[in-house]
C-alpha cells in the first residue's frame, strides 16, 4: 500500500537533550525509556535473549515488546518492503551450534495493547549498536541502500523502507551517510499466524495474481513458533511485526512476548568413526562368513 504508508513516513525523531527545570539536562531517550524501555516505533533497538554456548538446554526466556500496528512484518513481503519502525527486533547470540526454538505470541504490556497477528522473520546479523547510532530506514546511507537493491530486483520500483520478510536486506546509521558499512541481516527463515494473501497489485512476483505469503501456521490465534535446527555460531537479530496486511490504517501499538528456547545441536558423527564402524561391520560379517561349520 504505497499511497498511504508514504503518507505516513514517520518524521526523523531527534535525540538532542531536551531541559528540565533551571539547570539540568535529561537526555530525551532516558525520558523515554522512563516511561517503555524500549519505545514502539524507536529505530532498530533489538531486545537481547543473551548469550548461548548450545552445550546445554536452555528453558524459554520470555521478553515483551511491542510494536506499532498489525501489519508490518507482512508489509515487507511485498513488493515495496517496509518500515522497520513497524517491527520489533530481538537479539541473540550462540558460539556453538544450537537448535533454537523462537515463538511470539500476542499480549497485553506496556507496550501495546494485545490483538497482535504475529510474524517473523530470522536473519544472521545484526544493527549498529546504540540508541545514537541506531539504524534507522530514512538515514541518507540508508536510502543510498534501498535505491541500489530496489534498482536490482526485478518489479521494484518504490520502496516503502528497508524491511524485507522472506530475503536479506541492508540498512545503516545516520552517521554513515555514505553506507560505506551498513548492517546487513541475511534472511535464515521466517514463519507467521494464519494465513495471508496479497492483493495482485502487491505481490512481489509482479505477476497479475494474488499472492500467498509462505510459511504461515494456518491458525491466527495470536502466536506463532518456529525450530531452526543446528543453527551456527553467530549473532542473529529477529525481527516481528504484525501479519495482517490489510489493517494499515490502524497504528495502534500492540504488545509482543517473544520466547527463546534451545537444545544442543546433534553432534556430527565423524567420517572416520563412520569408516571404522564400518569395516568393524565388514569383517564380522566375513567372519561370520568362514566360520566352520561345526555340525
Ligand atoms: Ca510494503
Ligand atoms: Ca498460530
Same mark, same amino acid.
Given at each position: ?51 548461548? #554456548? ?25 513488493? #515495496?518492503?517496509?518500515d ?20 511470539? #505470541?500476542?499480549?497485553? /504490556? ?26 534507522h530506514d530514512y538515514?541518507?546511507?540508508s ?18 523502507g528497508s ?9 545503516? /546509521? ?14 535464515? $527463515? ?24 509462505? $510459511?504461515? #501456521? ?11 535446527? /543446528? ?18 490504517? /490502524? ?45
Amino acid at each position: 500500500m504505497t499511497t498511504s504508508k508514504a503518507q505516513s513516513k514517520p518524521p526523523h525523531r531527534p535525540r538532542a537533550a531536551t531541559g528540565i527545570g533551571s539547570g539540568r539536562t535529561i537526555p530525551l531517550a532516558l525520558l523515554l525509556g522512563a516511561l517503555s524501555p524500549t519505545p514502539a516505533a524507536a529505530h532498530i533497538i533489538p531486545t537481547n535473549f543473551g548469550t548461548f #554456548d548450545g552445550s546445554s538446554a536452555v528453558a524459554p526466556i520470555s521478553l515483551n515488546s511491542g510494536t506499532v500496528g498489525n501489519y508490518g512484518w507482512a508489509d515487507g513481503a511485498d513488493a #515495496d518492503w517496509a518500515d522497520t519502525h513497524k517491527l520489533a527486533a530481538f537479539s541473540f547470540t550462540l558460539t556453538g551450534r544450537a537448535n533454537v526454538l523462537l515463538q511470539f #505470541d500476542k499480549r497485553a /504490556n506496556a507496550f501495546g495493547i494485545n490483538g497482535l497477528v504475529p510474524g517473523f522473520s530470522l536473519y544472521l546479523g545484526t544493527p549498529h549498536a546504540g540508541a545514537v547510532g541506531a539504524d534507522h530506514d530514512y538515514s541518507v546511507g540508508s536510502e543510498l541502500l534501498r535505491a541500489a537493491d530496489c534498482a536490482a530486483t526485478p518489479g521494484c520500483t518504490a520502496t516503502e523502507g528497508s524491511f524485507r520478510s522472506l530475503s536479506s536486506w541492508n540498512i545503516t /546509521n545516520d552517521p554513515d551517510s555514505g553506507a560505506a558499512s551498513p548492517s546487513r541481516f541475511s534472511y535464515i $527463515g521466517s514463519a507467521y499466524d494464519g494465513s495471508q494473501t496479497l492483493p495482485a497489485a502487491n505481490s512481489p512476483l509482479q505477476d497479475g495474481n494474488a499472492y500467498l505469503i509462505p $510459511g504461515g #501456521d494456518g491458525l491466527q490465534d495470536g502466536s506463532v513458533a518456529k525450530l531452526f535446527n /543446528n543453527l551456527a555460531p553467530g549473532s542473529y537479530t529477529v525481527f516481528v511485526g504484525g501479519a495482517a496486511y490489510s489493517s494499515q490504517t /490502524n497504528n495502534a501499538n500492540r504488545g509482543i512476548l517473544g520466547s527463546f528456547s534451545l537444545t544442543p545441536a546433534a553432534v556430527p558423527v565423524p567420517g572416520a568413526v563412520w569408516l571404522f564402524g564400518s569395516a568393524l561391520a565388514f569383517f564380522g560379517a566375513a567372519k561370520t562368513r568362514h566360520a566352520p561349520s561345526r555340525l
